[in-house]
């Protein structure tokens, strides 16, 4: 693809106390692109002889924090500043300021945004197998992988590069995403998931400068932030488990001990259980209607739910039971790994069909 395609986007680079090698970044980029977005993202005096270097190379724009504000806003007040400014565009490719993404590799990802324009693009390093990844930056990707696939089946081996593709046509919704800081490029992802983005990878070559020490990344405080995002997909679950096994647990006292039925003192686990996942089930669908945004009525997700909840319910009474009489196990101890278990193959079933999204032209 030529060059002159390129004409077609824009650049934009986030930098709070740059190297050096930004200057080199910057003028590389502005010979290939016709307009590039820099923002100093309150950057003190003794950055400005860089942002006064690459404010003279063609077509640079400085946009300035007066304070720090993270690099999520940053790249907000870039998106903003490119709606306003270049509307005829089809996209903003996105940039760290610490050299790591070659022109080659920025190139590459932008030939196959154009020929998929609504798209969003990762160039993605591959953590599997070079040696010159940091630990930190190689466990922390492969975690994030993982946990982004199981519980929001998006499919990202780099959730955290910074060279991105954006397209023009959903960037006004990329502006209402939350998040100021590191959070807010995982919040992105999530964004493009709802709004059936699709999303491309390109692999790109990895550079890590002094072992990353030019990165303003917080492992721990940054870290803590990206991953709060998937608390919400656990809220639910595990505050129904939680329902789920103290009514179980105090009807099993109950029932073994109290004035019932013979034939309920015998099937108590099985009467506790089915009681405790009535209460819990009503609670769970409810909160998951909202947690997996879906938009299909309750005609057709009801029964799917209550077909997984039968089955679950089952085999939970089923395999306490058996934990409990074969093998002596405590009646209420033995529930939590087995509940455990069917949680996480509970939640894949919900996600891939109960509460699938519709896609469109499909039926509700």
Partial sequence: MAENAMEKLIALVPAYCPEQSMIESVRELSGIFPAVIVVDDGCSEEYAPIFDAVREFPGVTILVHEQNKGKGRALKTGFAYALEHYP???????????????????????????????????????????????????????????????????????????????????????????????????????????????????????????DNASSHFNPIKDSMKIYKVFFKFMLSSFGSAILDFLIYSLLTVLLVGGSVPEFVRIHYIGVSTATARICSGIFNYNINRLLFKTKTKVKSSGPKYLVVWLVQMALSALLVKTLVQQLGWNDKLSKIPVDTILFFISYKVQQLWVFRKEKAGEEE
Avoid at 115 to 132: A, E, L, M, N, Y
Avoid at 163 to 187: A, C, T
Avoid at 194 to 201: A, K
């Fill in 88 to 210: 005829d565009a089809l996209g903003v490719v996105t940039l760290d300021a610490d050299g790591q993404h070659t022109v080659k590799d920025t190139i590459a990802c932008c030939e196959e945004f154009l020929k998929q324009p609504k798209s969003i693009v990762f160039g993605c390093r591959d953590f599997t197998s070079d040696s010159k990844i940091p630990p930190r930056s190689r466990f922390g990707n492969r975690l994030t992988s993982r946990l982004l696939k199981f519980f929001c089946d998006i499919s990202l081996s780099d959730t955290q590069t910074g060279l991105r593709v954006h397209g023009m046509s959903y960037l006004p919704k990329l502006l209402e995403v939350e998040g100021d800081r590191y959070e807010y490029e995982m919040n992105v992802i999530f964004a493009v998931k709802d709004l059936d983005v699709p999303i491309v990878e390109v692999p790109i070559e990895v550079i890590y400068l002094d």
